[in-house]
Every structure is written in C-alpha cells, then in structure tokens.
T-cell receptor, first 114, second 112 residues
C-alpha cells in the first residue's frame, strides 16, 4: 500500500476551471516531486520541493500551475485554468533526499478536462 | 544532456517465458540507474537500483546489470508470471541528484 496519499483519485473539470490536487508525503520525507504522466505513460516533471522551498520547476508550472508544500499541511498542485491538454495522471512522490534515493509515489490524481 | 532510451513500447509473453527489456543511456557522469515498475492503477515503485559501485541489481526475480561499455542497463527475468504485467521504466539519476531522466516505458503483457 502506498504511503504517499494523493487526493482526489479522479477529478473532472471544464475548460477554464481550477483543478486542485493534494498530496501527503511519506512521514519524514523532506523532498516532494510532482509529475504529469500522459496517456502514453510519458513523465513530465513539474516541480519539486525540499521542505517548503521550491527546488526546481518548469516553465509550464510558472504560468498556469501553482504548487506549495506548507509546513504541517498537505502539499498541493493547482491548475488555475484547466485546458484539454492538462488531462493526465498527476503523480506525487516523496524522498529522503532527491531522486538518487527511492521515490515513493502515490497512486495519482487523474484529471479529465472536458 | 543526459538521456535514456527504451525502444520497446510493448512486450507480449506467455507465463514462464524469459523477459528482456532493453534500456540504454547517455551521460557524462558516473550513473545511478533505476528500474521502476508501475502496476495498473498505481504509482510507480522502485524495482532495482544499480550504481557503478555494485554494477548489478536483483529484486523479486528481476535482474539488471550495468554495462559501461555498451551504456546499457537491460532488465531480465528468467520466468515471468501473470502478476508481472505492468509498465517498466528505466531511469537515470541526473547529476544534480534532484531529477530523474525517465525512459518511455515498456508495457509487459502476459498472455493467459
């Protein structure tokens, strides 16, 4: 069973609507990643955090996507204005110290934009 | 830049067949190479990790050996079972240690 908890498992949004996903990383893991996995199983890195600080993020994240990992609260990823191309599985993963250590993934939040 | 190539999009086998999934990589540094497996409806989970220190990883009957000469990191299993049906990803840890370079995945289908 996954120790990284992602909610909701599924969300359906209309174009232009906000979509928000949450992630509770494994206890004691300071590093959190968000990935987008498309229908061809390809991974796209979105953003990562160490504790509450952003380490890296891609340009897409900077424009319509926002994410945070506040202290003592779930991490979240929000799409401000959903587009059809955002339909994908959004995966959260946590790690003790970066990608060289094991990434523990949640089961993902599947976003469908209609 | 660093890259990982998985050319097999799908492999179809029968139970007890031998599994071989090809993965090659390109990097200028000493690589840490990983195989992740993603079962239906789940997130990926680490299957194997290999570094230049150990050269080989073995887990749950799967084996992968790092070959610097051919820059390959193939995944093998002697006898697959239906429960092995999943998508298998090879990945390379980027030099910064904060990124994974993912292969495109190989879907393993086991015929009943």
């Amino acid at each position: 069973n996954s120790k990284v908890i992602q909610t909701p498992r599924y969300l359906v949004k209309g174009q232009g609507q906000k979509a928000k996903m949450r992630c509770i990383p494994e206890k004691g893991h300071p590093v959190v990643f968000w990935y987008q996995q498309n229908k061809n199983n390809e991974f796209k890195f979105l953003i990562n955090f160490q504790n509450q600080e952003v380490l890296q993020q891609i340009d897409m994240t900077e424009k319509r996507f926002s994410a945070e990992c506040p202290s003592n609260s779930p991490c979240s990823l929000e799409i401000q204005s959903s587009e059809a191309g955002d339909s994908a599985l959004y995966l959260c993963a946590s790690s003790l110290s970066g990608a060289g250590n094991t990434l523990y993934f949640g089961e993902g939040s599947r976003l469908i934009v209609v | 830049g660093d890259s990982v190539t998985q050319k097999q999009g799908q492999v179809t086998l029968s139970e007890d067949d031998f599994l071989f999934i090809n993965c090659t990589y390109s990097t200028t540094t000493y690589p840490t190479l990983l195989w992740y497996v993603q079962y239906p409806g789940q997130g990926p989970q680490l299957l194997l990790k290999v570094t230049t220190a150990n050269n080989k990883g073995i887990s749950r009957g799967f084996e992968a050996t790092y070959d610097k000469g051919t820059t390959s990191f193939h995944l093998q299993k002697a006898s697959v079972q239906e429960s092995d049906s999943a998508v298998y990803f090879c990945a390379l840890v980027e030099d910064s240690n904060y990124q994974l370079i993912w292969g495109s995945g190989t879907k393993l289908i086991i015929k009943p």
